[in-house]
């Protein structure tokens, strides 16, 4: 889901909303700890995150270092998702 969205959108920072975090993934998430010090989640892929209510916060930090963002919400429930994933 995270490419499908990245790939028409390389020249801005995806917030990617994962319950009530905001997760960036692969070279979002190096420029993430790069310039603003985001730790690295454990897991498969490079990826960092914060709390949802930091999001204005860093949003703007990321939009004075020249960063253009962009943010995608989740809208599906946790439920939804995993009965839409028992159905693939």
């Given at each position: 889901q995270y490419w499908r969205m990245?790939?028409?959108n390389m020249d801005f920072i995806l917030f990617?909303?994962?319950?009530?975090?905001?997760?960036?993934?692969d070279d979002d998430a190096d420029i993430g700890a790069r310039e603003l010090g985001f730790n690295y989640m454990s897991g498969k892929r490079r990826h960092t995150g914060f709390p949802e209510g930091g999001f204005d916060k860093y949003a703007s930090e990321f939009v004075k270092l020249g960063y253009k963002i962009a943010r995608v919400e989740q809208m599906e429930t946790p439920k939804e998702l995993k009965e839409r994933n028992k159905q693939a």
């Amino acid at each position: 889901q995270y490419w499908r969205m990245k790939k028409d959108n390389m020249d801005f920072i995806l917030f990617f909303k994962m319950g009530k975090f905001y997760e960036l993934f692969d070279d979002d998430a190096d420029i993430g700890a790069r310039e603003l010090g985001f730790n690295y989640m454990s897991g498969k892929r490079r990826h960092t995150g914060f709390p949802e209510g930091g999001f204005d916060k860093y949003a703007s930090e990321f939009v004075k270092l020249g960063y253009k963002i962009a943010r995608v919400e989740q809208m599906e429930t946790p439920k939804e998702l995993k009965e839409r994933n028992k159905q693939a």
